[in-house]
């Protein structure tokens, strides 16, 4: 496999990429972050309820 042909694959898939997104029509980016946020501030308030002798 050369350089050349290895780069027009990867041209190709790339172009094929813009057609289809990246994105699941069910998954909205806000739900996703607040989730995310949520799950991660609970970690923190559960962290700190476990060091009350600092």
Known sequence: ???HSTAA??????????KHGGNHESLSPY???GGALFALL??????????RDR
């Open 1 to 3: 496999m050369s350089f």
């Open 9 to 18: 694959q990867l041209a190709t898939l790339a172009s094929e990429g813009e």
């Open 31 to 33: 739900v996703t972050g």
């Open 42 to 51: 609970l970690l923190l308030w559960i962290t700190t309820r476990f060091n």
